[in-house]
């Protein structure tokens, strides 16, 4: 069975860092290219970033909300993959939600985890 | 890059049908054939209903197709069922590997 489990989520204040994690299973990990998306409260969906799988390159893009303060990385020994958020700020608040995919499409997601940026 | 437009909500009676809009740019559903849309039941991982514009994932449906003209891309309900409730969202890939979602759609079944 396919799961993907997102972890890592909490309240944290203005200017703070938080990593979330995303643990995998199911599905050939190192193959999968891999993506994060959020939604804040009341919101749609929108699209964090994306990181290739190594054989693609392994790299990454981000949307501009989040370009220079957010990475994404992973471990494909782990199955899992990474977010680290610094220089949060309060419009970071929502779920956050991994994926695979974000060539053509996301297939399968998480359940998500909630980020609360709050003084 | 500016969400993609969709309507807030729609609403059906079981066995109906519905379409849901999503309205875009050149820059992402008209420029591009990676439209995609998921179901999203609160609580909940979206799941993937429709890709590549047109494409239906191994075990959705055939009552779910989408579309698309231009700018705008749409996903048709046929034969609505109660289970059909949830939210939609709308996704297209865009210009400089990015990747833009619609603000979604609340179906009702009334």
């Known amino acids: 069975e396919v799961q993907l489990v997102e972890s890592g989520g909490g309240l944290v204040k203005p200017g703070g860092s938080l990593r979330l994690t995303c643990a995998t299973s199911g599905f050939t990990f190192s193959k999968a290219w891999m993506s994060w998306v959020r939604q804040a409260p009341g919101k749609g969906l929108e699209w964090v970033g994306r990181?290739?799988?190594?054989?693609?390159?392994?790299?990454?893009e981000y949307a501009t909300p989040v370009k220079g303060r957010f990475t994404i990385s992973r471990d494909d020994s782990k199955n899992t993959l990474y977010l680290q958020m610094n220089s949060l700020k309060t419009e970071d608040t929502g779920v956050y939600y991994c994926?695979?995919?974000?060539?053509?499409?996301?297939?399968?997601w998480g359940r998500g985890t909630l980020v609360t940026v709050s003084s | 890059q500016s969400a993609l437009t969709q309507p807030r909500s729609v609403s059906g009676s079981p066995g109906q049908s519905v379409t849901i809009s999503c309205t875009g740019t050149s820059s992402d559903v008209g420029g591009y054939n990676y439209v995609s849309w998921y179901q999203h039941h609160p609580g909940k991982a979206p799941k993937l209903i429709i890709s590549?514009?047109?494409k239906r994932p191994s075990g959705v449906p055939d009552r779910f197709s989408g579309s698309k003209s231009g700018n705008t891309a749409s996903l048709t309900i046929s034969g609505l069922q109660a289970e059909d409730e949830a939210d939609y969202y709308c996704g297209s890939y865009a210009d400089r590997y990015t990747w833009v979602f619609g603000g979604g759609t609340k179906l009702t079944v009334l």
């Open positions: 990181i290739r799988s190594k054989s693609a390159g392994g790299t990454t």
């Open positions: 590549d514009v047109s």
């Open positions: 994926a695979t995919g974000g060539g053509q499409y996301f297939d399968l």
